[in-house]
């Protein structure tokens, strides 16, 4: 889809350090005082601990991808056998009523 | 065989972002003691900008795969709640059958026993005559029915009355056992079941010939009525023996 793929890249742009890196760098060169390498520096910190911050806050990232669609096809997999018992015993008849003459 | 147990994507993406954190200090580190020393390093800031690159591109990769893991666990949680409802309409469904299963067993219980009794019945069955004529023994001493001529003041009684138990058998045992005791008394002749005439009280509706001891002279509340051939020597005589219909103690020894 054309929309989230612009999305998906910007989102993967973002989660990107080496423009902050650059931006330490280029401010090395021009600047000798310190004043705004510090500033870069402090972004790229807290850009760091952000990340951080936001990898231990996503769901669904304690198991490896392999993992997760193992338990994904097993919970597939008890739905399944769980609606067929049901639809199973709900539609047996065990009893034919004999018609009252 | 040695199983490798994966690293999971949470795991790997701090590592990798530990490892971008140390190659990006290493390298504005690197930066500025070149700049301050003015030394050319020999491609060691290179290397480490390469690392970098390499990790970061890592990174951005484990990111995607972390994202889509979180839509794949959108889902396994909407199949969780899924399964919960499953397992609780099987848990429904399971009371039900177990409450149909008691039923049923109580009904085919309670068949069989009344098959039994029917079997029994049918194996101990008696003829119609004959219940019949037990029937009519049972009930010919008056003791289910009053008799059809039976009116208040009446005697009479559904069970034994006092004057008749002393001269049944139990009474003529009675009688023999004390014998030598109270000989004298009339309580005696009554014991013995033989009422003197003049003790006989005569009631409007019995017939003019009636057994001599058949009847008690006195007996409960019942009626006031004199009696011809009455004197007080009687009179306390009756009061001494007359019984409450309810009671069956005996005074009279």
Redesign the interface.
């Known amino acids: 889809m054309a929309v989230s793929q612009p999305k998906?890249e910007k989102?993967?742009e973002d989660?990107?350090?080496?423009p902050l890196?650059h931006d330490?760098?280029k401010c090395?060169d021009k600047d000798k005082d310190g004043q705004d390498v510090h500033q870069e520096?402090t972004k790229?910190k807290t850009k760091?601990q952000k990340?951080?911050e936001q990898?231990?806050n996503?769901?669904?990232?304690?198991?490896?991808?392999?993992?997760?669609?193992q338990?994904?096809a097993t919970?597939?997999e008890?739905?399944r056998t769980?609606?067929q018992?049901?639809q199973k015993?709900?539609s047996l008849c065990m009893f034919d009523v004999p018609k009252a003459s | 065989m040695a199983t490798l147990i994966e690293k999971s994507t949470k795991e790997r993406l701090l590592s990798v972002l530990d490892d971008l954190e140390v190659l990006s200090r290493e390298l504005i580190e690197m930066l500025a003691l070149s700049r301050g020393q003015k030394l050319p390093q020999p491609g060691e800031d290179t290397q480490i900008l390469e690392l970098l690159v390499q990790r970061d591109k890592e990174f951005q990769e484990l990111m995607e795969v972390a994202q889509q893991q979180g839509k794949v666990h959108q889902e396994m949680q909407l199949l969780e709640k899924e399964v919960e409802k499953r397992d609780s309409d099987i848990q429904q469904l399971q009371k039900q059958l177990k409450e149909a299963e008691h039923i049923l067993a109580t009904a085919v219980y309670q068949a069989k026993e009344k098959l039994k009794s029917i079997d029994k019945a049918r194996k101990g069955s008696i003829s119609s005559e004959e219940i019949i004529k037990y029937a009519h023994r049972i009930s010919a001493s008056n003791a289910v029915c009053a008799p059809l001529n039976w009116v208040p003041g009446d005697p009479r009684r559904p069970y034994p009355t006092d004057l008749e138990m002393r001269s049944g058998m139990l009474g003529h045992m009675a009688n023999l056992s004390s014998n030598g005791m109270n000989g004298h008394l009339p309580g005696d002749a009554l014991a013995a079941g033989r009422l003197p005439d003049v003790l006989t009280p005569h009631y409007p509706w019995q017939p003019s010939d009636v057994s001599v001891g058949m009847l008690p002279p006195h007996h409960g509340n019942d009626f006031g009525l004199e009696t011809p051939g009455h004197n007080k020597e009687n009179e306390d005589e009756v009061e001494a023996m007359s019984t409450d219909s309810s009671s069956s103690s005996s005074d009279s020894d």
């Open positions: 998906l989102d993967s989660s990107s350090l080496l890196v330490v760098i090395m520096l790229l760091i990340a951080r990898i231990s996503m769901p669904g990232i304690d198991s490896s991808p392999q993992e997760q669609q338990q994904l919970l597939r008890q739905v769980k609606n018992l049901l015993y709900k």
